[in-house]
């Protein structure tokens, strides 16, 4: 990471999948842009999200399917290229009620109700699609390539104040996740920790979600391996690995499917989703023409609502 002789149009601040296809979209309307962050992409929330295409700890809802749809898209277009570690994955969701709240059901083609033999047991109804998956060691690289090439720099640098930005351009686009709760003041965001294990080696016919009990179960096929979570401990910002949480989700990654009975994690990792009770998407006008855009609080969306926030900002700033 370096610095740029030149002054940008815009700086976004956070270099997590928000930021960096924030900054990317900026970009490709021709705008120039600096990404500033004070941690390494590798260290963000992003680089230990599951990345899977689903709507999850977010609101409101009209504007988040909006936006889920605009990424839905763009990912799909993306997964023609495999180099953009963008893959279309079939997923099956289980539910313990008869009519399951699919209120994101509108944003994916092709859903397909299980009944009979299909529907896995113990279930009152499941469903099956087609939706994105990031294989984040891959996509996030691609990422930052794509930026490389499209001549965006990325400034490694801890933002105490967003007029720091502003004092380098006229416009700055705050996609700080939960750092903006210090530099926003904002102490409606609250930290919803995550804790995912990875499989090496091992790989399943389709992705499988659980969120009908206290704690959200999810397994995913990825390219390095099956990624198995999780947690979602409100207000809990423990980033180090809990051994009960990791023998907790192998039990219930194992009786949904029993063959994964000798299999042991690799990785373990934790994130902190940056939760709020609405996204934050707004646009404030300051004097002499600047302006700050805040595009933060995605919980654990930010996968699925990337593309549709970043073209949102891209219309405010750049026409």
């Keep these: ?23 990317l979209c900026l970009r490709e309307r021709g705008m120039s842009v600096q990404v500033w962050t004070r941690d390494d ?3 963000t929330t992003s680089s230990v999200a599951a990345a899977i295409w689903y709507p999850f700890l977010a609101e409101p809802r009209d504007r988040c399917s909006a936006w889920g749809r605009v990424t839905f898209l763009r990912l799909q277009q993306l997964a023609r290229d495999p180099a953009s570690g963008v893959r279309m994955q079939s ?11 699919l209120w994101w059901a509108g944003q994916v083609p092709e859903l397909q109700r299980l009944h009979g033999e299909q529907l896995p047991a113990g279930y009152r109804a499941a469903v099956r699609v087609q939706v994105p998956v990031c294989d984040v060691p891959i996509h996030l690289q691609w990422l930052l390539d794509e930026l490389q090439h499209k001549g965006v720099t990325l400034v490694q640098r801890e933002v105490a104040n967003l007029h720091e930005a502003l004092s380098v351009a006229d416009l700055a686009v705050n996609c700080t996740g939960l750092g903006a709760r210090e530099l926003c003041d904002d102490h409606e965001l609250r930290a919803v920790r995550g804790q995912v294990l990875r499989l ?26 099956l990624i198995v979570g999780g947690t979602a401990q409100m207000g809990d910002e423990r980033l180090e690995p809990d051994a009960e949480d990791t023998d907790r989700i192998l039990q219930e990654a194992r009786r949904s499917f029993p063959a994964l009975r000798n299999c042991e994690p690799d990785i373990v990792r934790v994130g902190l989703r940056p939760y709020r009770s609405t996204v934050r998407l707004e646009c404030v006008d300051l004097e002499n023409g600047k302006r700050i855009v805040h595009n933060y609080g995605h919980g654990g969306s930010g996968y699925t609502l990337a593309w549709g926030c970043a073209e949102e900002v891209a219309s405010w700033l750049a026409g």
């Design 91 to 101: 997923v099956v969701e289980v539910f313990a009620t008869d009519e399951p709240d």
């Design 1 to 23: 990471m370096s610095g740029s002789p030149t002054r940008p149009d815009v700086i976004v601040i956070g270099a997590g999948v928000i930021g960096l296809v924030t900054a």
């Design 200 to 225: 090496a080696k091992v790989q399943l016919p389709h992705a499988w979600i659980d969120d009908s009990g206290e704690r959200p179960c999810y397994l995913i096929p990825r390219s390095d391996g």
């Design 41 to 43: 992409p590798w260290q």
